[in-house]
C-alpha cells in the first residue's frame, strides 16, 4: 500500500471540474455569483471568476482574518446583498493569496510561480502585469493550441482565447495551481 505524503494530500485541485466551469461561465457569467462589470478599464469580473473556477475545482474557502478568500451568499436568491473578501474578486490580492498560501504551506488553495508558459496545465492561471508593477488581470487556462495555452476570462468575456490576445501586459505571472 503506497504511503500518502502531506504534499499528495495538498494536491487535490481537480483541475477538470475548475476547466468544465469556467467554460461553461466563460461567456454568460454565473447568475449565482454576483458580477462586477469593467468601469472605465478598471475593476471587472476576471478575479471573481476565477476564484469561482477555483471553487468548482476544490478549493476550500479561507476565513483567516489576515488571510481570507472566501463569498458568501448571504442566502438569499439576489446577488445584491453578497459579501465576499477581498482576494475573492482583486486579481492581485488573489495573486498574493495563491502565493502566500505555496510559501507558506497552507492547507488552501495554492499557487507556485513557473517561468515559463510551457509549465501550465489546464486548470493553471496567468496573471496580467502592467507597466506600474501592479497585476491587473487574470486568467484560466482552459485549452491548447500549438502548445500554447488559450485561456477564459471575465471583463471581457472570452473562451479559449491565446493568452496574449488578451489584455496588454508588460509581464505574465504563470501560476500552477495545487491545493
Same mark, same amino acid.
Given at each position: @500500500? ?6 499528495? *494530500?495538498?494536491? *487535490? ?24 462589470? #469593467? ?7 476576471? =478575479?471573481?471568476?476565477l476564484?469561482?473556477?477555483? &471553487?468548482?475545482?476544490?478549493?476550500? @474557502? ?7 478568500w ?16 477581498i ?11 495563491? *502565493? ?12 507556485l510561480?513557473?517561468?515559463?508558459? *510551457?509549465? &501550465?496545465?489546464?486548470?493553471? #492561471? ?14 484560466i487556462?482552459? =485549452? ?14 472570452? #473562451? ?18 495545487? @491545493?
Amino acid at each position: @500500500m503506497p504511503v500518502i505524503t502531506d504534499s499528495f *494530500r495538498q494536491n *487535490r485541485y481537480l483541475r477538470s471540474n475548475a476547466v468544465k466551469y469556467a467554460v461553461t461561465y466563460a461567456l454568460h457569467p454565473n447568475p449565482a455569483f454576483r458580477y462586477f462589470p #469593467l468601469v472605465n478599464d478598471s475593476s471587472g469580473d476576471c =478575479a471573481n471568476f476565477l476564484s469561482q473556477c477555483l &471553487l468548482a475545482g476544490g478549493g476550500k @474557502m479561507d476565513f483567516n482574518p489576515s488571510r481570507p478568500w472566501w463569498y458568501n451568499k448571504n442566502g438569499t436568491a439576489s446577488t445584491s446583498d453578497d459579501t465576499w473578501s477581498i482576494p475573492w474578486t482583486v486579481a492581485h490580492s488573489l495573486y498574493y493569496y495563491l *502565493r502566500v498560501n505555496q510559501e507558506e504551506n497552507r492547507p488552501y488553495t495554492q499557487g507556485l510561480e513557473i517561468q515559463s508558459a *510551457r509549465g &501550465l496545465e489546464l486548470g493553471d #492561471l496567468i496573471f496580467y502585469e502592467d507597466n506600474t508593477g501592479l497585476i491587473f488581470h487574470s486568467t484560466i487556462v482552459t =485549452a491548447f493550441s500549438g502548445g500554447e495555452p488559450l485561456v477564459s476570462h471575465h471583463s471581457f468575456e472570452a #473562451l479559449n482565447i491565446p493568452y496574449r490576445s488578451s489584455w496588454p501586459a508588460v509581464k505574465y505571472h504563470y501560476i500552477k495551481v495545487s @491545493m
